[in-house]
């Protein structure tokens, strides 16, 4: 069973970057497509990014061109890459990770517990 834990929020100036990172313990880490969501106060749980288990990627129109998301299979770790970062950015992170396990479609998947990034001067 992978466990996925996140690091790397903050508190970081309008224009700044940060960082994330998706640790993940336990076997099987490369056949998880891998995600980043996020949530504000009082809005709904978005999707940022994705990173399938072959490594193609998608983004939400808002990251577009300024957040990348990348995976280091060695280190079964998933990034998070944030620059020109904006005040709507501000939000807790939560890594997502989700693995089809037979022929009939069923799958498992793992949340993070999310950290907090604050887009603030």
């Known amino acids: 069973q992978v466990q996925l834990v996140e690091s790397g929020g903050g508190l970081v100036q309008p224009g700044g970057s940060l960082r994330l990172s998706c640790a993940a313990s336990?076997?099987?880490?490369?056949?998880?497509?891998m995600a980043w969501y996020r949530q504000a106060t009082g809005k709904e749980r978005e999707l940022v990014a994705r990173?399938?288990?072959?490594?193609?990627?998608n983004y939400a129109d808002s990251v577009k061109r300024r957040f990348t998301i990348s995976r280091d299979d060695v280190k079964n770790t998933v990034y998070l890459q944030m620059n020109s970062l904006k005040p709507e950015d501000t939000a807790v992170y939560y890594c997502?990770?989700?693995?089809?396990?037979?022929?009939?479609?069923?799958?498992?998947?793992?949340w993070g517990q999310g950290t907090l990034v604050t887009v603030s001067y």
């Open positions: 997502y990770g989700r693995m089809v396990v037979n022929v009939e479609g069923a799958y498992v998947e793992r």
């Open positions: 336990g076997r099987r880490f490369s056949g998880y497509d």
């Open positions: 990173i399938s288990s072959g490594g193609s990627t």
